[in-house]
């Protein structure tokens, strides 16, 4: 092997293989246990939810506005949820299609342009079952398929009042009324 490939291999902090099986099974991370969710539909519904509570929501527009591709909003936003022991990996990998469409729907709903992915990050990613599954759904956003996003999920974002710019001016709440200028003489 390649003298500067076991270098690199050996200054990376990571686990060293069979050490899950020392942990203390007493205390065992919250992806080792049961998950939070195990239907699909409760799954998307509690992601919709956290989407359009008011500071995330404002963090996902001004993140897609600013060309975030929405498959690496998806790809976060389903890795923090399984490490948080929310799902198991076969529902992470039945929620990426629909959590696409819903940030795909809010983002529209808001009027912002995205992306759905780049396509120089390919080039760098090993393509393991998880990259096969972004790349597929990637495909088929493309196409667009109804019917993947729950019916009361799609209704919520359709009665969501449009989101102004993030750079409109903000409303006053009460007319000012035209004051005398300190600087002039009454």
């Known amino acids: 092997m390649d003298e500067r490939y076991l270098k690199h291999q050996g200054k990376m902090a990571r686990p060293i293989p069979g050490m899950s099986l020392t942990n203390d099974p007493n205390s065992p991370a919250p992806f080792e246990g049961p ?35 929405i498959m690496s909003v998806v790809q976060v936003l389903l890795y923090e949820g399984f490490k948080q022991g929310k ?22 709903r808001a009027g912002v342009e995205y992306v759905i992915d780049n396509d120089e990050d390919d080039e760098d990613d090993d393509m393991s079952a998880v990259q096969n599954q972004f790349d597929s759904v ?49």
């Open 35 to 69: 998950p939070e969710f195990t239907k699909k539909k409760e799954a998307l519904e509690a992601i919709f939810s956290g989407l359009i509570e008011e500071a995330t929501y404002v963090q996902l527009i001004e993140s897609l506005a600013n060309g975030i591709p």
């Open 87 to 108: 799902w198991n990996p076969d529902l992470f990998l039945l929620l990426i299609e629909p959590t696409a469409y819903i940030v795909m729907a809010l983002a529209e």
């Open 138 to 186: 990637k495909k088929s956003l493309s196409k667009g398929k109804p019917g993947v996003v729950p019916k009361e999920i799609a209704k919520k974002i359709e009665e969501m009042p449009p989101m102004e710019s993030l750079l409109a001016k903000p409303k006053a709440e009460q007319p000012v009324e035209d004051a005398e200028s300190l600087i002039t003489r009454p």
